[in-house]
């Protein structure tokens, strides 16, 4: 489960780096990408059931598939209003089908 400490952070962070549109759920908000949804934890929820140790915020990793180059990624980022550091990592975790393929991540903080 992924936790925010600033809902008024995560929502323009989602919505307008992401594309998602920030769905209000009680105290909290979900976040929705077509079909999909993500679900938050955060200020002013206290949901069951907990882990028995929660992950701190910001302790989690969370991967969404760019339909590009990375260089397209960073150039979104460098658009938006939203301060970010970045780094990319060469990878071939990625498989189709048996074969390994190389991928590029590119890691947001």
Known sequence: MLHVSDWARSNE????????????????????FGAQQLN???????????ARVPVAPGG?????VWDGPVSGAAAHLIRTPIEWT????????????????????????
Do not use: N
């Open 13 to 32: 962070f989602y919505a307008r780096v992401l594309g998602a549109e920030v769905i209000p759920r009680g105290q909290g908000f979900a976040y929705r």
């Open 60 to 64: 989690s990793d969370l991967c969404f």
């Open 86 to 109: 970045a780094k990319t990592i060469q990878s071939e975790r990625m498989r189709v089908g048996e074969k390994r393929v190389p991928d590029v991540e590119l890691a947001i903080r």
């Open 40 to 50: 938050l934890h955060g200020p002013g929820l206290s949901p069951q059931p907990l």
